[in-house]
């Protein structure tokens, strides 16, 4: 089965730029999904097929696909976004929709 | 506005079959590109894709658990119905349901529901 890798946790200053990486075989090929869930709270999609924002979202959100690895970059870190973010990718060999094992941003 | 509520009992005894109803407005599961799935996570954990059904009356599962899930829509009364036969405590979970508008080609949820949670114990 495919697996994405994502760190436990990532930790930035606020106004700092954070980047989360998500780790998979040729994910670079792949469209990969983001997902922000901050407690108690259901998941909001950031960044869709790898680099798009949904309407809504602040550009300060964005996405990069390359390789084996895929990461979403959150520019000017605010306090509001202390969450854990998920990857997701569709893995065709398997049929399969899988989610990375999350990394929870901390603002320091 | 779009809203999606799951519904369901709280606990379920051990090799018993979990029914969930996702219950929707705000648009149609028969308008093409829409498509609705369920995802779950246990408390503390990562989030797990379960099952889906496309606008069309497609149906995709999770390798890993597709013996024992089914999903169906009833389009006329807007809801969407998962069942997970034999449950166990590890199914312990929130259950979330969601809905794909269109934004990619596959399906990257952007409506997502509350969620609910389902405790597994004797």
């Known amino acids: 089965s495919y697996v994405l890798t994502q760190p436990p946790s ?14 998979g075989n040729n ?12 407690p108690g709270q259901a998941p909001v999609l950031v960044v869709y097929a790898g680099t798009d924002r949904p309407s809504g979202i602040p550009e300060r959100f964005s996405g990069s696909n390359s390789g084996n690895t895929a990461t979403l970059t959150i520019s000017e870190v605010e306090a509001g976004d202390e969450a854990d973010y998920y990857c997701q990718v569709w ?17 320091l | 506005q779009i809203t999606l509520k799951e519904s369901g009992p709280t606990l379920v005894k051990p090799t018993q079959t979990l029914t969930l ?9 028969t308008t093409p590109g829409v498509d609705v799935g369920w995802i779950r996570q246990p408390p503390g954990k990562a989030l797990e894709w379960l099952a889906l059904i496309k606008w069309d009356d497609a149906k995709r599962y999770s390798p ?4 024992s899930l089914t999903i169906t829509k009833d389009t006329s009364k807007n ?14 979970a929130t259950y979330y349901c969601a ?6 080609r596959g399906w990257c949820p952007d ?12």
């Open chain 2, 79 to 92: 809801h969407v119905v998962l069942t997970m036969t034999n449950v166990d405590p590890v199914d312990t």
């Open chain 2, 21 to 29: 109803t996702c219950i929707f407005s705000g648009f149609s599961l």
């Open chain 2, 64 to 67: 890993s658990l597709k013996s």
């Open chain 1, 91 to 107: 893995d065709s060999s398997t049929d399969d929709e899988v989610f990375g094992g999350g990394t929870k941003l901390t603002v």
């Open chain 2, 99 to 104: 809905l794909s508008t269109g934004y990619c």
């Open chain 1, 10 to 23: 990532v930790s930035v200053a606020p106004g700092q730029t954070a980047r989360i990486p998500c780790g």
């Open chain 1, 27 to 38: 994910v670079g090929s792949k469209s990969v999904h983001w997902f922000q869930q901050k």
């Open chain 2, 111 to 122: 409506i997502w529901g509350q969620g609910t949670l389902v405790t597994v114990s004797s």
